[in-house]
């Protein structure tokens, strides 16, 4: 935990850098619908927030690189007697090529390596969860605002989340404060 703390700190001090002054950052934060599969069962979608911070560094005319680190809630519900909710939470950083179109307006895809922090349910324990996963993400962010805007997002994540959880997908909005 003490390395990932110096990590953020060392990030928002390059953020904060003179060096630096090219690159768009902000915050996020926001909803996600989650849903996903269950072997041998069937599940329901589930609401999970996500927040945290993003930066995007120019690589070549409209071309950027658009990363940061995300704090992301994964929930779904298997349905049974009783119906179970499970929840992962995950720390995420997208790596992602964002293409510009304007100032205000983008589009990227990328993938997101996520690693689990914690995990929860309501009967019984989530047991093998996979870490890191590795989501793509597919997305739009425009400004509506001189430092406010939306993030909108799909992410898949094929394969095996936890034993017998897999496939989890979501579609997101998150509201953009940006430091331009």
């Given at each position: 935990?003490?390395?990932?703390?110096?990590?953020?700190?060392?990030?928002?001090?390059?953020?904060?850098?003179?060096?630096?002054?090219?690159?768009?950052?902000?915050?996020?934060?926001?909803?996600?619908?989650?849903?996903?599969?269950?072997?041998?069962?069937?599940?329901?979608?589930?609401?999970?927030?996500?927040?945290?911070?993003?930066?995007?560094?120019?690589?070549?005319?409209?071309?950027?690189?658009?990363?940061?680190?995300?704090?992301?809630?994964?929930?779904?519900?298997?349905?049974?007697?009783?119906?179970?909710?499970?929840?992962?939470?995950y720390l995420d950083i997208p790596v992602a090529l964002m293409y510009k179109f304007e100032e205000y307006a983008g589009v990227f895809a990328g993938v997101s390596l996520a690693m689990n922090l914690d995990k929860t349910a309501d009967v019984g324990t989530?047991?093998?969860?996979?870490?890191?996963?590795?989501?793509?993400?597919?997305?739009?962010?425009?400004?509506?605002?001189?430092?406010?805007?939306?993030?909108?997002?799909?992410?898949?994540?094929?394969?095996?989340?936890?034993?017998?959880?897999?496939?989890?997908?979501?579609?997101?909005?998150?509201?953009?404060?940006?430091?331009?």
């Amino acid at each position: 935990m003490k390395k990932w703390a110096l990590s953020l700190v060392a990030a928002l001090g390059m953020m904060s850098s003179a060096a630096m002054a090219d690159i768009d950052y902000g915050l996020e934060v926001g909803i996600r619908q989650q849903s996903g599969d269950f072997e041998g069962g069937s599940t329901k979608s589930q609401m999970g927030l996500q927040f945290g911070a993003t930066a995007h560094f120019p690589i070549s005319g409209p071309l950027h690189l658009r990363t940061g680190m995300l704090y992301t809630q994964r929930p779904l519900t298997v349905e049974g007697t009783p119906d179970n909710k499970v929840t992962m939470n995950y720390l995420d950083i997208p790596v992602a090529l964002m293409y510009k179109f304007e100032e205000y307006a983008g589009v990227f895809a990328g993938v997101s390596l996520a690693m689990n922090l914690d995990k929860t349910a309501d009967v019984g324990t989530v047991t093998d969860v996979k870490s890191p996963l590795l989501p793509i993400l597919i997305g739009a962010s425009f400004k509506f605002a001189p430092n406010l805007g939306v993030a909108l997002y799909y992410e898949s994540a094929s394969g095996e989340a936890a034993k017998n959880l897999k496939d989890y997908r979501a579609v997101g909005a998150n509201l953009l404060i940006t430091f331009d």
